[in-house]
Every structure is written in C-alpha cells, then in structure tokens.
C-alpha cells in the first residue's frame, strides 16, 4: 500500500522560507512521478508544482515560478518543495501526491495522496 507523508510545514513571516519533504512507501519511487498540489480555505486544490521521473522535466503554477523548488532523491524515496520568499496568498494545505505523468494538472489525475501539511504565511 503507497504512504506519503508530508512534513515541514508550519508558520513563517511573509518572505521566510519552508522546505516541504513527502517521504514514499510501498512501491517503486523513482518509477514514478511526484509533486505537490494546495488548497487554500474556500478554494479549490490547485497545482503547484511537479517533476517527472529522474528529475528530467519539472513544472510549476506560474505564481510560484522563481519562487519554488521541487526536487527529489529517488535514493531516500523522498520529495521536497523549497518555498522561497513566501507570500500570504501562499497559505494552504500542502499535499504530496505521486502518479504516472508530471505535466498532468488536476488533481484527478494523480494516484496516491499524501494527508497535506499546513503551511500559514504571516504579512
């Protein structure tokens, strides 16, 4: 059975920083691809970022262009998302998600969820 479990979420002032992880079980990691979606109160979950298989494509919302990070270590079976100078409109739930193709957008496209973890930027 696929587990994903997100850490490293928490409360940082506008312009801080946070690094995301998703640590993988239960099938092949570097098999598949991973990313991270969001859902702010009241809103619908959106992409943020995802990257294929190796590493070999990523792709971002273009709100966090610049900003994030996602990268993965198929050696430790973990992902992360680097989030740099962090905005208030960046506050959500973060979810890890894995699945078959990167560039895929909605969220009924990817297989496995993580629970998310609470991400709260200050102004």
């Known amino acids: 059975q696929v587990q994903l479990v997100e850490s490293g979420g928490g409360l940082v002032q506008a312009g801080g920083s946070l690094r995301l992880s998703c640590a993988a079980s239960?099938?092949?990691?570097?098999?598949?691809?991973m990313g991270w979606f969001r859902q702010a109160p009241g809103k619908e979950r959106e992409h943020v970022a995802s990257i294929s298989v190796a590493g070999g494509s990523t792709y971002y919302k273009d709100s966090v262009k610049g900003r994030f990070t996602i990268s993965r270590d198929d050696a430790k079976n973990t992902g992360y998302l680097q989030m740099n100078s962090l905005k208030p409109e960046d506050t959500a739930v973060y979810y890890c998600?894995?699945?078959?193709?990167?560039?895929?957008?909605?969220?009924?496209?990817?297989?496995?969820w993580g629970q998310g973890t609470q991400v709260t930027v200050s102004s």
């Open positions: 239960g099938r092949t990691f570097s098999a598949y691809a």
């Open positions: 998600v894995q699945g078959t193709y990167a560039w895929k957008l909605l969220p009924s496209s990817w297989d496995y």
